[in-house]
């Protein structure tokens, strides 16, 4: 069983819609991150959130946009999405490296399965 | 930057075959090493990690030694089981920067046991 949940499992949308992913920790940790993962490739990392602030921003495109409203959560919310956006959104949580989480992993989630048509 | 190599499948092997995957690493700072495994549908599962030179990280089975003389991280298992068969992948952190870094990923190997 994974400690981080996300939700919806998987998500159909159309290019005008909105929609938000969601995912929860409950492990304290106060580092936060979104990764993308197309069929047979390794994760990119897309943003880090570091005690609830945007530590990293890997020049995602502004129809991703991220937020952090408390040290559990961390949403993705979406908006007018490309064909090629259409992959497996994954969350992870780790400790914070600055207080003593320098040497620990991240942990993922089962991710969202995304299809834009 | 950082970079991780580690070859790429697929690998089919029978099982109770002795299983090995190379990977090879660069990195500006003194990395922390891990393996994940990812089954069909599902998000990536830490297998086993390595904070330090020499260290040996171990679970399932299977097993890791951090060699920085090479900046390697081969995983290996004696004895592989058809349960096994998933997408494997070598990462690192650096931290170099001080803060929270994402992984640096391999591109996966693709293990197959067959019956």
């Known amino acids: 069983d994974t400690e981080v949940t996300q939700t919806p499992k998987h998500l159909v949308m159309g290019m005008t819609n909105k929609k938000s992913l969601k995912c929860e920790q409950h492990m304290g940790h106060r580092a936060m991150y979104w990764y993308k993962q197309k069929a047979k490739k390794p994760p990119e990392l897309m943003f880090v959130y570091s005690y609830e602030k945007l530590s990293i921003n890997e020049s995602v495109p502004s129809r991703f946009s991220p937020e952090c409203p408390n040290s559990s959560l961390l949403n993705l919310h979406l908006h007018a999405l490309q064909p090629e956006d259409s992959a497996l959104y994954l969350c992870?949580?780790?400790?914070?490296?600055?207080?003593?989480?320098?040497?620990?992993?991240?942990?993922f989630g089962d991710g969202t399965r995304l299809s834009i048509l | 930057g950082d970079s991780v190599t580690q070859m790429e499948g697929p690998v089919t092997l029978s099982e109770e075959a002795f299983l090995t995957i190379n990977c090879t690493y660069t990195?500006?700072?003194?990395?922390?090493l891990f393996w994940y495994v990812q089954y069909p549908g599902e998000g990536l599962q830490l297998l086993l990690k390595?904070?330090?030179?020499?260290d040996k990280g171990s679970n399932k089975g299977f097993e890791a030694t951090y060699r920085k003389e090479t900046t390697s991280f081969h995983l290996e298992k004696g004895s592989v089981q058809v349960s096994d068969s998933a997408v494997y992948f070598c990462?690192?952190?650096?931290?170099?920067?001080?803060?929270?870094?994402?992984?640096?990923f391999g591109k996966g190997t693709h293990l197959i046991i067959q019956p």
């Open positions: 990195a500006t700072g003194y990395p922390s």
């Open positions: 990462a690192l952190s650096d931290h170099s920067g001080g803060g929270a870094d994402g992984l640096t």
């Open positions: 390595a904070t330090k030179a020499d």
């Open positions: 992870a949580s780790s400790q914070d490296p600055g207080t003593g989480g320098r040497n620990q992993p991240q942990h």
